[in-house]
């Protein structure tokens, strides 16, 4: 088996394979053009926080992730993810890319493996439509609402953290 991450071209279906790398500097310093954060903000900045970008083999960034060790050392938290603009369905009506959030949080999973956590991760869910689509599409289980009216918390693990993850292994 061989792990392979691949987003899909939402116009015609066709896969298209993507490397996970370590973000640089100039990859944080595009989201000043066009994207929804800017990943040169100071909560990114989070020496923490371990940023990677998802890029094709032509070096087009599709989406960034920032990962760390949750404050308790069991899984790995997702502190952001975001697609490139023409892929983020909360800035563009048609997207150029689908399946990009499902392929950064298979990739938290896979580092929550490597750093010995099982798969386990966390993340929060933005709005009230990611909530539900998470729950409902990834079998995420809502674990802690922090803050009274702020970001919900969700865990993968287990059965729904392995069909994610599978879905990348061939």
């Known amino acids: 088996?061989?792990?392979?991450?691949?987003?899909?071209?939402?116009?015609?279906?066709?896969?298209?394979?993507?490397?996970?790398?370590?973000?640089?500097?100039?990859?944080?310093?595009?989201?000043?053009?066009?994207?929804?954060?800017?990943?040169?903000?100071?909560?990114?900045?989070?020496?923490?926080?371990?940023?990677?970008?998802?890029?094709?083999?032509?070096?087009?960034?599709?989406?960034?992730?920032?990962?760390?060790?949750?404050?308790h050392g069991i899984s790995v938290f997702i502190a952001d993810i975001e697609a490139q603009p023409e892929s983020n369905p909360t800035l563009t009506k048609k997207r150029r890319y689908a399946g990009v959030g499902r392929m950064m949080i298979a990739y938290g999973i896979q580092l929550s493996i490597d750093s010995g956590h099982g798969g386990v991760v966390t993340f929060a869910a933005k709005t009230d439509e990611l909530y539900e689509h998470y729950v409902n599409d990834f079998h995420a289980v809502p674990i802690f609402q922090p803050f009274p009216g702020g970001p919900k918390l969700l865990m993968l693990a287990d059965e729904g953290a392995q069909e994610i993850f599978g879905a990348y292994l061939f």
């Not at 066009?34 to 900045?45: A, L, P, R």
């Open 1 to 71: 088996m061989r792990l392979q991450y691949f987003v899909t071209k939402a116009d015609s279906g066709e896969q298209v394979l993507i490397a996970m790398e370590p973000a640089m500097k100039n990859d944080l310093e595009a989201t000043k053009n066009g994207w929804q954060s800017d990943w040169t903000s100071d909560f990114i900045s989070d020496p923490r926080l371990e940023k990677y970008a998802a890029k094709t083999e032509a070096g087009e960034i599709v989406a960034l992730g920032a990962y760390r060790e949750d404050d």
